[in-house]
C-alpha cells in the first residue's frame, strides 16, 4: 500500500480524513470557485479562446491532480502568465477563436502533460532549476505588464492588435478616436471596484462586524458581483446596442471528449512552447506549493508533481481546456480559506462544472471589458518592481539576468525573453565559476582555524603556502586555478610546500583532474611538495576511482592545521600576517 502511494499521493491521506478536513475543504471550493469562474473565463479570452475552455480547463485537471498531486493546497488551472504563453504559441497557427486554433491549444496541453510526464519518468525535475529566480520574477513582472496593456483595448471598446509592448501601444493609440464610451465606464468602474474589493471590502466588513470566514468569502466574490453587476447594466439598458461587446452565446453542458491533433508537423511546431510552459508552470507551481507545504509542515515531493502536472495538463487535452498549472493567487486563496487535502480541487471542480451546466448562459450578455477588467488586477499583484530594485542593489549580473528577460518578453515575445533568460543565467554562472574566489589562508593565532590573510590577522610561514579555492573544480575554471597557483610559488622563492584546501570543492571533473596532475608535476619538478586537504568524501571517492593517486607523491590531510603541524613539524607556523581589513 505504501509503494502505490508513492504513486497515488491519495491513499497517504484518504484513509484519515476527517469530517473537520470535509467541512474546510468545502468552504475552500466555495471559494476558490466563486474566484475561479471569472478567472476562468477571462484566462480564455486572454488565451484567445472561447471562454467556455476556460471553464473546461477548470473541471477534471482539478480531479486529476488530487488524485497525483502531493501538495495539499495548491489550486491547478488556467493561469494568466501560462494564457499568454499559450497564445503566444498558438497565434501563428490558426485565428485566434477558430476550430483550428482550439485544436491546436488542446494539442499543446496534451504536448505539455506528455512533457511532464516524461520529465517526471527521467526524474528530471532538477531542470527546472536552470530558470534561476530573477527570470523567473523579471518574466513574469514583464508578462504581467504586456497582459495587463494588452487588455486595454477591451477597456476602451476598440479593436488593437499586437504581441509586444510596442506593436499594442501603437494599436492603441491608433484606435483611441475609436473609444466607446459606454464600454469605458463599464471596464474602469469594473476595474476600480475590483482593486477596492481586493484590498478594501475585507477589512471594511470585519469592522462592520461579520465573521472572518464570511468576511473573507464575500471579498472574494468581487469578480463574481463585478460580472452580476455588468450583465443587469448590458441587460437593463440594452448596452449591447450601444457598442459594448459582450461574450456572447456560451455553451452549456459536459465538458466535450476531445482528442488531440496527432499532425507530426504541428507537433514539432507546437514542442518548445509545450517545453517552455511544462517548464514555467512546474517552477511556479513548486514554488507555491512548498512555501505553503512548509507553513504546516507538509512535505511536497517535485518529481511527484511532475506527475501530477503532467495528467492535469492531459486531463484538460481530452476535456477540451488548454494548458493549467498552479496558481500562485489561487493557492494562496485555498490554503487561507483553510483547505486541508487536495480534495478542495475536486470540490472546486464539482462547482466549475455546475457553474458550465447551468449558468453559462447566464454569461451571454458579460461585458468582455469586465473580464478584461479581472485579468488586469489579477496580473498586476503580479508585477514586482521592488524585486528588481533589490536584485540590483545585490547582484548586478543577476539583474542583467532578469533585466534582459523583462526587456526581451516586452520588446521582442514571451519565449524569446524566457530563453534568453535561462542563457544568460547559465552563462554568468559560467562567467562567475570559471574564475572562482580563490584565498590564500593562514592560521588564526590559538586556534586551529585558517582564514583569507587579506580579511583576518593570521600567521603563515614561508616555507608553505595554504590555498583555498572556494569553487568546484571543473573545465571551465581548471586553468584559472592552475595559473594563479603557478604565479603564487613564483613569487615565494623560499617555498617548500603547497597545500590546496578543498573544504569548498564538492566535485572535480576530469578537466580539473588533470590540472591537479600538472600543476603536481610543475611544482615536483621544482622540488616544491604538492598536497590536499579537507578533502570531501564523494570528491575522495571520485578521486580513488581514477589513477590520481598511482603517481600523486602528495599527501592528503584530514585538515588543514595537521597539514601544516605536519609539514612543518609544529603545529603553530612562525610568521604573523597582519590583515588588510579585519572581517
Known amino acids: 500500500m505504501r509503494h502505490l502511494a508513492r504513486f497515488l499521493p491519495i491513499l497517504e491521506w484518504a484513509p484519515r480524513y476527517t469530517r473537520a478536513e470535509a467541512v474546510n475543504d468545502l468552504f475552500a471550493a466555495i471559494i ?17 479562446l472561447p471562454p467556455v475552455v476556460g471553464l473546461y480547463a477548470s473541471i477534471l485537471p482539478l480531479v486529476a491532480y488530487a488524485l497525483f498531486g502531493t501538495s495539499r493546497t495548491l489550486a491547478v488551472g488556467p493561469v494568466a502568465v501560462v494564457s499568454l504563453m499559450t497564445a503566444a504559441a498558438v497565434a501563428p497557427i490558426a485565428l485566434a477563436g477558430s476550430a483550428e486554433y482550439v485544436t491546436a491549444a488542446i494539442t499543446l496541453a496534451f504536448l505539455s502533460g506528455l512533457v511532464l510526464l516524461a520529465m517526471a519518468v527521467l526524474r528530471l525535475g532538477f531542470l527546472a532549476n536552470f530558470l534561476s529566480h530573477p527570470v523567473i520574477s523579471g518574466f513574469i513582472t514583464a508578462s504581467g505588464i504586456l497582459i495587463a496593456a494588452s487588455q486595454l483595448k477591451h477597456i476602451l471598446g476598440i479593436r488593437a492588435e499586437g504581441d509586444t509592448l510596442p506593436h499594442i501601444v501603437a494599436g492603441l493609440a491608433q484606435g483611441l ?15 476600480g471596484f475590483l482593486f477596492w474589493s481586493r ?18 468569502l464575500l471579498a472574494k466574490a468581487g469578480p463574481l458581483a463585478a460580472i452580476i453587476l455588468s450583465i443587469l447594466a448590458v441587460v437593463v439598458l440594452g448596452l449591447d446596442e450601444a457598442g459594448v461587446r459582450i461574450v456572447g452565446e456560451i455553451p452549456a453542458g ?13 507537433w514539432l511546431q507546437l514542442l518548445p512552447a509545450a517545453v517552455l ?40 487535452a481530452v476535456s477540451g481546456g488548454y494548458p493549467v498549472t498552479g496558481g500562485f493567487a489561487r493557492s494562496v486563496v485555498n490554503f487561507d480559506a483553510g483547505a486541508a487535502t487536495p480534495l478542495a480541487g475536486a470540490a ?34 503580479l508585477v514586482d518592481f521592488a524585486a528588481i530594485r533589490r536584485t540590483f542593489v545585490y547582484s548586478k549580473a543577476d ?98 610546500h603547497v597545500v590546496l584546501m578543498c573544504s569548498a570543492v564538492n566535485l572535480i571533473d576530469a578537466s580539473a583532474l588533470e590540472s591537479l596532475e600538472a600543476i603536481a608535476d ?34 592528503v590531510f584530514l585538515s588543514q592545521h595537521e597539514a601544516c603541524a605536519t609539514l612543518l613539524g609544529d603545529a603553530v607556523p612562525a610568521q604573523p600576517v597582519a590583515a588588510d581589513a579585519a572581517g
Open 254 to 266: 459536459l465538458p466535450p471528449f476531445a482528442l488531440p491533433s496527432f499532425d507530426p508537423a504541428l
Open 277 to 316: 510552459i511544462s517548464l514555467v508552470g512546474f517552477v511556479e507551481s513548486v514554488s507555491v506549493a512548498q512555501t505553503l507545504a512548509a507553513k504546516r509542515r507538509q512535505r511536497i515531493v517535485p518529481n511527484q508533481e511532475l506527475v501530477g502536472l503532467g495528467t492535469a495538463n492531459l486531463a484538460a
Open 32 to 48: 476558490v470557485t466563486i474566484m475561479l469562474v471569472p478567472q476562468s473565463l477571462a484566462y480564455a479570452m486572454l488565451a484567445g
Open 522 to 555: 610543475r611544482l615536483r619538478s621544482a622540488g616544491i611538495g604538492f598536497h590536499l586537504s579537507e578533502v570531501k568524501g564523494p570528491v575522495m571517492d571520485a578521486l580513488q576511482r581514477s589513477d590520481f593517486f598511482d603517481h600523486f607523491k602528495g599527501q
Open 399 to 496: 539583474f542583467a539576468a532578469m533585466a534582459t528577460t523583462i526587456l526581451l518578453v516586452l520588446f521582442v515575445g514571451v519565449e524569446a525573453g524566457i530563453i534568453a533568460g535561462m542563457a544568460l543565467s547559465l552563462l554568468l554562472f559560467l562567467w562567475r565559476t570559471s574564475t572562482p574566489h580563490i584565498a590564500i589562508v593562514g592560521q588564526v593565532p590559538g586556534t586551529e582555524h585558517f582564514r583569507n590573510v587579506d580579511r583576518h590577522r593570521v600567521i603563515t610561514n614561508p616555507a608553505l603556502l595554504s590555498i583555498r579555492v572556494d569553487e568546484s573544480l571543473y573545465f571551465a575554471n581548471a586553468r584559472f586555478l592552475e595559473d594563479r597557483v603557478i604565479a603564487e610559488v613564483a613569487a615565494r622563492p623560499g617555498l617548500r
Open 348 to 381: 472546486t471542480a464539482a462547482g466549475i462544472l455546475a457553474a458550465t451546466l447551468f449558468l453559462t448562459p447566464l454569461f451571454r450578455f458579460l461585458p468582455q471589458a469586465v473580464l478584461a477588467a479581472t485579468i488586469i488586477v489579477a496580473v498586476l499583484s
Open 177 to 191: 478616436g475609436g473609444t466607446n464610451a459606454a464600454t469605458l465606464l463599464i471596464g474602469v468602474a469594473a476595474t
Open 199 to 216: 484590498q478594501s471590502l475585507k477589512p471594511l466588513l470585519l469592522r462592520a462586524g461579520l465573521g472572518r470566514r464570511l468576511a473573507d
